[in-house]
């Protein structure tokens, strides 16, 4: 049996000016053929799932191109028309196929697609006919059509964010397919899209609201017939008509099982709207928290837990001797990489300094700061401007003072369970500064979000040793460095990201929808709309 696999992964922050051109998935991830094996196959990402489930069911996985950048703005039409055109080629060449997986990441925008993730879909099904079983795997965080599921036949989200599952989901929707492929089973799909958004701050599914409504998921999973379900907590930063949550639920050959399944979770969600829509503190709020709470050092043996299965992080549990050690770790929500921001907000390092808060660490994407530490070298003092360069959203420049202490490749590679299951990384060229104010900040040449502590470790960095961590992200982050902290504060930030969405003007979006605007839902029952 020959399964081909390929896809474009990108989340796409329409609000972004930063455009996601071909360079830039060049830049991070174009790769081809065996390139794909020796980049995923150890890895955690979705990829690596498909050839774990082609190693032990027996079946050819025939690797043709993927493509990924991070979240940045959206995708011009000569990026999508040169990978897909590429990619859809290989598809078309390469035939025929028993199945195709496809790893995308679910809420992609291009200048000629809003929906691009089910444009994808739908040319690989023109490709390979109707009959032959197309999967694909999503980001949790998707922003899914019925497009997209009138094209697939079994479409499988993530069911963590922070992403810690992302290797065994892909396994799952490989399984899907290759039964399908075999005529073992005979998937049918529903997606049910209640007018609700989740704000940003939360989509944790290691706290409630969010992790109940992923127990609903797995519970609706054990019903009779049910053979997947998800749910997908949407990307608010994508203005296109499918914005908000959604539910699947695939069956064998059976949709009223299947409807019933997706009506039953979304009926769930939606009785829980007001909770998946509450405010986080503010800048000033959250840094006079951590000035409070902060302690010292953790203790060596609380230092290194992380979770060696796909479960979703806990909030952090420690007995009341210790229940505020190690760092306090601020998540800087409008800065948020992993959802397409800047890299390089200001605003709390501002603050920081104005409130005098001593031993911060923080990352602010800067090539030109990082280009003047290289010219001046290793020990240099340093008095410049950092930071609040890329437009005029995330805060103005901020002048520090400061040793160049380091500087590296910026390549490094992470083992430990992060966010989306990557391994290999490249933030570009990279500077530790320690300012005379008492602060670390890296400096990099590329945006890189803080998913990994081997992005500080690499360069000689131990963020244990601080007492303010700023994480630019709101999920992404946790696996990292929630192992280390004594407190993680969520932090209302201005940005491109920031969880005031009313601040953000959409053109696309249905209307009503939750919390914009009040809004009416009953599940009823639509088998008529199938």
């Given at each position: 049996?020959?399964?081909?696999?390929?896809?474009?992964?990108?989340?796409?922050?329409?609000?972004?000016?930063?455009?996601?051109?071909?360079?830039?998935?060049?830049?991070?991830?174009?790769?081809?053929?065996?390139?794909?094996?020796?980049?995923?196959?150890?890895?955690?990402?979705?990829?690596?799932?498909?050839?774990?489930?082609?190693?032990?069911?027996?079946?050819d996985l025939v690797p043709l191109m993927f493509a990924r950048t991070g979240p940045i703005g959206t995708i011009t039409k000569d990026a999508y028309d040169r990978l897909s055109g590429?990619?859809?080629?290989?598809?078309?060449?390469?035939?025929?196929?028993?199945?195709?997986?496809?790893?995308?990441?679910?809420?992609?925008?291009?200048?000629?697609?809003?929906?691009?993730?089910?444009?994808?879909?739908?040319?690989?099904?023109?490709?390979?006919?109707?009959?032959?079983?197309?999967?694909?795997?999503?980001?949790?965080?998707?922003?899914?059509?019925?497009?997209?599921?009138?094209?697939?036949?079994?479409?499988?989200?993530?069911?963590?964010?922070?992403?810690?599952?992302?290797?065994?989901?892909?396994?799952?929707?490989?399984?899907?397919?290759?039964?399908?492929?075999?005529?073992?089973?005979?998937?049918?799909?529903?997606?049910?899209?209640?007018?609700?958004?989740?704000?940003?701050?939360?989509?944790?599914?290691?706290?409630?609201?969010?992790?109940?409504?992923?127990?609903?998921?797995?519970?609706?999973?054990?019903?009779?017939?049910?053979?997947?379900?998800?749910?997908?907590?949407?990307?608010?930063?994508?203005?296109?008509?499918?914005?908000?949550?959604?539910?699947?639920?695939?069956?064998?050959?059976?949709?009223?099982?299947?409807?019933?399944?997706?009506?039953w979770m979304a009926a769930r969600a939606w009785d829980q709207r007001v909770e998946l829509n509450v405010p986080v503190p503010s800048i000033l709020d959250a840094l006079t928290t951590?000035?409070?709470?902060?302690?010292?050092?953790?203790?060596?043996?609380?230092?290194?837990?992380?979770?060696?299965?796909?479960?979703?992080?806990?909030?952090?549990?420690?007995?009341?001797?210790?229940?505020?050690?190690?760092?306090?770790?601020?998540?800087?929500?409008?800065?948020?990489?992993?959802?397409?921001?800047?890299?390089?907000?200001?605003?709390?390092?501002?603050?920081?300094?104005?409130?005098?808060?001593?031993?911060?660490?923080?990352?602010?994407?800067?090539?030109?700061?990082?280009?003047?530490?290289?010219?001046?070298?290793?020990?240099?003092?340093?008095?410049?401007?950092?930071?609040?360069?890329?437009?005029?959203?995330?805060?103005?420049?901020?002048?520090?003072?400061?040793?160049?202490?380091?500087?590296?490749?910026?390549?490094?590679?992470?083992?430990?369970?992060?966010?989306?299951?990557?391994?290999?990384?490249?933030?570009?060229?990279?500077?530790?500064?320690?300012?005379?104010?008492?602060?670390?900040?890296?400096?990099?040449?590329?945006?890189?979000?803080?998913?990994?502590?081997?992005?500080?470790?690499?360069?000689?960095?131990?963020?244990?040793?601080?007492?303010?961590?700023?994480?630019?992200?709101?999920?992404?982050?946790?696996?990292?460095?929630?192992?280390?902290?004594?407190?993680?504060?969520?932090?209302?930030?201005?940005?491109?990201?920031?969880?005031?969405?009313?601040?953000?003007?959409?053109?696309?979006?249905?209307?009503?929808?939750?919390?914009?605007?009040?809004?009416?839902?009953?599940?009823?029952?639509?088998?008529?709309?199938?």
């Amino acid at each position: 049996m020959r399964i081909a696999t390929l896809g474009i992964s990108h989340e796409t922050n329409t609000f972004s000016r930063v455009p996601a051109e071909y360079e830039k998935f060049v830049e991070v991830e174009l790769l081809r053929g065996a390139e794909i094996i020796a980049r995923h196959g150890d890895s955690n990402y979705t990829i690596a799932g498909y050839l774990e489930a082609a190693r032990e069911l027996d079946f050819d996985l025939v690797p043709l191109m993927f493509a990924r950048t991070g979240p940045i703005g959206t995708i011009t039409k000569d990026a999508y028309d040169r990978l897909s055109g590429e990619m859809l080629g290989m598809l078309r060449d390469q035939g025929p196929w028993d199945a195709v997986l496809i790893a995308n990441h679910g809420a992609a925008v291009s200048e000629e697609f809003p929906d691009m993730d089910a444009e994808f879909a739908r040319a690989i099904r023109e490709i390979v006919g109707p009959d032959i079983p197309v999967g694909i795997t999503l980001d949790m965080p998707s922003n899914i059509s019925r497009d997209l599921i009138a094209h697939t036949t079994a479409c499988v989200v993530w069911r963590t964010n922070p992403h810690l599952d992302t290797r065994i989901r892909g396994r799952k929707t490989a399984e899907l397919i290759y039964d399908a492929a075999l005529g073992k089973t005979k998937p049918v799909q529903w997606i049910e899209t209640p007018p609700v958004l989740v704000n940003i701050v939360r989509q944790f599914t290691g706290e409630e609201t969010m992790k109940g409504l992923v127990d609903d998921a797995i519970a609706a999973n054990e019903r009779p017939g049910i053979l997947d379900t998800s749910v997908a907590e949407g990307y608010p930063y994508a203005d296109v008509a499918e914005m908000g949550m959604s539910f699947i639920a695939i069956a064998d050959d059976d949709l009223v099982a299947a409807g019933e399944a997706a009506r039953w979770m979304a009926a769930r969600a939606w009785d829980q709207r007001v909770e998946l829509n509450v405010p986080v503190p503010s800048i000033l709020d959250a840094l006079t928290t951590a000035e409070d709470l902060y302690v010292g050092p953790k203790p060596e043996g609380m230092m290194n837990f992380v979770p060696e299965d796909g479960s979703a992080l806990s909030a952090p549990v420690a007995d009341s001797e210790h229940s505020h050690l190690g760092p306090i770790v601020l998540m800087d929500v409008g800065d948020n990489i992993g959802a397409g921001s800047s890299a390089d907000s200001t605003f709390i390092l501002a603050q920081a300094k104005q409130m005098g808060v001593k031993g911060m660490l923080l990352s602010l994407y800067d090539p030109e700061a990082v280009e003047a530490c290289v010219a001046a070298g290793v020990g240099a003092e340093m008095t410049f401007e950092v930071g609040g360069k890329t437009d005029d959203m995330h805060g103005e420049p901020v002048l520090v003072t400061g040793q160049v202490r380091a500087i590296s490749d910026g390549d490094f590679e992470e083992t430990r369970p992060i966010h989306g299951g990557y391994r290999y990384f490249s933030a570009g060229t990279c500077i530790r500064l320690d300012t005379t104010d008492d602060h670390t900040i890296l400096l990099t040449g590329r945006r890189s979000g803080n998913t990994s502590r081997e992005q500080m470790y690499h360069i000689g960095i131990w963020p244990e040793n601080y007492r303010v961590i700023v994480a630019k992200g709101v999920v992404s982050p946790r696996p990292a460095y929630q192992p280390i902290a004594a407190e993680v504060i969520l932090v209302n930030t201005p940005g491109v990201t920031t969880a005031d969405l009313e601040n953000f003007t959409y053109e696309r979006r249905r209307i009503p929808l939750y919390p914009f605007e009040d809004a009416a839902y009953d599940p009823g029952s639509r088998l008529g709309d199938y």
